[in-house]
């Protein structure tokens, strides 16, 4: 179990864990000089037989809350103290506030400094202690009345927490390993050694583990377990890491940096969350306010954008996004606590949503029906709503950063698919993905309807027309699908249904007819465009149109713009180039212009046709053919169609 102390400057904390433990807290010179906690102390002691029991110190004047908020996280139960002669002060009830939104259920109150004062005083003191209580979480948490000198009640306080002990739960080791640094220092003989509070997941001894935000690789080359050493340690636990790392220094790590296992580093500079306003706060917080995020023992800088309303009322809760000015880590379920801009007061808290929030589209309804559906959800719940609005599926690693859920423990309904893509799967609704393959379809034969003389889109045009939305890697998992079923089908780039054909009207194949001895009679050089057109004075526009549909078709291939080769003159050129390679072993541009009685240009210009088309790859001033491609195989008696 890890205690973390809670409470006013001068209340006694130091010195009631001292009374407990028999430990000194305050190891600083300074601390000792000045009678105040500045910075965290650590205390480790077995209130009951063989059990370490973790103490966190932390300082209760109002400039070090900062410090207070890096000791807080992560901690199973707070022991808030109330000195009879003060009473309730201002750092008691800010630290009761933070302590509230870092969601921690667990407590007990040391009413000290009891010989100080009178009967009266301690019930009066003890009102106060349960009115502040009342209206959270902790209300009804037990009082001791201690004095830390004498010893006066410190035994039933410790009977108390041994009481806690036995009965706080071992947190699950699930999960990556997470731990924030709340310490950083250099042992001798040692090297760099931090400190912390285990988040989630297990270490041991030799594994690799990377420094975020930097992504910095490390490795564990031993370790302290509840200030034990130990092979390994689990969430819950106050962990020592010693860790090596190329050039490493004390100086590349800092309090609020992250341990993690290398899956879950994913920095980000946006969180939506739920944030709520304390009630005592004095006025609305704004859009746009700029405030102090503690994360786990991080403080950054950021702003918030508020996403159902201009403000936020005191006592009241909204979705929002952080604006952070520096990348943080974060996990859905997270606690954060927010603090003025002058880092003086703290103005509310939240708990984190999503880590991985999109700078786009953030108030809009799909956006926020997303967010709703993560409040308070586990992973499997919060999953098919979200799919229900996610135009692109999900991504299943993105979810295991999220949640921190490995994706072998994830028992996700048989109705979810996960679909292959070039960029790795995507998870998608069975009837959703089935309803786009729909989509897809019915927009290719849309596009039929609209253009009957031509074969069809391309993929690139086909997505822009039927499923603009789509992500062009899903969007090829798709057609490919749809293409194995049998549903849409492939003549070279041009993509059609099945019982699609292109037939030239009778004034297309009027002016074929005429076009095709002329391309005939070039043989390896056949009149460009413009030729054509002038040859049969027609104008040249529609001499393009027409070529382009008959490649389309099969009929012709565009070697460069405005030059068609017939299928026939490509495959005698194809033929050349399969003897060229078998006589001299490779294909070089001037034995091939030497064989074909072309210029260098026009050669160069097949070569780099044949290239394209996949006959034929190129090593420096070289090439050969690739005899898997289909023109190869047929010993250049068949081919497929080129660019448009």
Not at 74 to 103: C, K, N, S, Y
Not at 445 to 465: N, S
Request: with cysteine.
């Amino acid at each position: 179990m890890i205690v973390g102390t809670a409470g006013h400057i001068d209340h006694g904390k130091t010195a009631l864990l001292r009374a407990l433990t028999g430990i000194e807290g305050d190891r600083r010179p300074a601390e000792r000089e000045r009678g105040i906690t500045i910075d965290l102390g650590y205390v480790y002691a077995p209130l009951d037989g063989d059990e370490l029991t973790g103490f966190i110190d932390v300082p209760g004047h109002e400039r070090f809350v900062h410090n207070m908020l890096a000791g807080a996280c992560g901690i199973d139960l707070v022991l808030l103290l109330v000195a009879a002669d003060d009473g309730v002060m201002p750092q008691t009830r800010e630290h009761l506030a933070i302590v509230e939104l870092l969601g921690i259920r667990r407590a007990l109150v040391a009413l000290s400094k009891i010989d100080r004062v009178g009967a009266e005083r301690i019930a009066e003191v003890r009102a106060q202690i349960a009115a502040l209580l009342a209206p959270g979480p902790l209300a009804g948490s037990a009082i001791f009345p201690v004095a830390s000198l004498s010893g006066e009640g410190v035994e039933a306080l410790r009977q108390a927490l041994i009481e806690q002990a036995r009965a706080c739960r071992a947190r699950s080791a699930e999960g990556y390993f997470r731990l924030p640094i709340d310490r950083a220092f250099s042992l001798s003989g040692s090297g760099v050694v931090v400190t912390g509070t285990a988040f989630a997941g297990q270490v041991r001894v030799g594994d690799e583990l990377v420094l975020s935000p930097t992504g910095r690789p490390l490795r564990v080359r031993g370790l302290h377990a509840q200030n034990r050493e130990a092979e390994q340690a689990q969430a819950g636990q106050r962990v020592a890491l010693n860790l090596a790392g190329e050039r490493l220094t004390l100086e590349q790590l800092h309090r609020g940096d992250w341990l993690l296992q290398p899956v879950l580093h994913a920095p980000s500079s946006r969180i939506d969350c739920e944030l709520q306003l304390l009630p005592g706060e004095a006025r609305e917080l704004k859009h746009w306010t700029p405030v102090h995020v503690h994360l786990g023992a991080q403080d950054v800088t950021a702003r918030v954008a508020l996403l159902e309303g201009e403000s936020l009322a005191p006592g009241a809760s909204m979705l929002a996004q952080l604006l952070l000015n520096a990348p943080v880590h974060a996990v859905h379920g997270d606690r954060l606590v927010l603090r003025d801009q002058c880092a003086r007061r703290t103005l509310g808290g939240g708990v984190v949503l999503d880590p991985f929030a999109p700078a786009r589209g953030r108030r809009g309804e799909a956006r926020l029906s997303q967010l709703r559906a993560l409040r308070g959800a586990t992973l499997e719940s919060a999953v098919p709503a979200l799919l229900a609005t996610a135009e692109n599926g999900l991504d299943p690693l993105a979810l295991e950063r999220q949640f921190n859920r490995p994706q072998d423990s994830w028992q996700l309904p048989d109705a979810i698919l996960s679909i292959a893509t070039r960029l790795g799967p995507r998870l998608f609704d069975r009837q959703r993905w089935q309803a786009l393959g729909d989509r897809l379809v019915e927009g290719l034969q849309r596009f039929h309807d609209e253009q009957p003389d031509e074969l069809g889109p391309d993929r690139d045009r086909l997505r822009r027309y039927a499923l603009a939305q789509l992500e062009r890697p899903l969007f090829i998992a798709l057609l490919e699908a749809a293409m194995a079923a049998g549903r849409i089908e492939a003549s070279g780039p041009w993509l059609h249904r099945p019982e699609h054909r292109v037939h030239l009207s009778a004034a297309d194949e009027a002016l074929k007819q005429r076009l095709w001895p002329l391309l005939a009679a070039g043989g390896f050089d056949p009149p460009w465009v413009r030729d054509l057109g002038r040859a049969l004075t027609v104008e040249e526009g529609q001499v393009r149109l027409l070529l382009r549909k008959l490649a389309r078709l099969g009929l012709l291939q565009q070697v460069v713009k405005d030059l068609f080769y017939p299928e026939a003159t490509i495959r005698q050129l194809a033929d050349e180039l399969l003897r060229l390679e078998d006589q001299a072993g490779v294909i070089r541009a001037a034995a091939f212009r030497d064989r074909i009685q072309l210029g260098r240009k026009r050669s160069i210009q097949i070569l780099e046709h044949f290239d394209r088309i996949g006959l034929t790859r190129r090593f420096g001033n070289e090439r050969k053919v690739r005899r898997d491609s289909a023109l190869a195989q047929s010993g250049g008696r068949s081919a497929h169609s080129g660019p448009d």
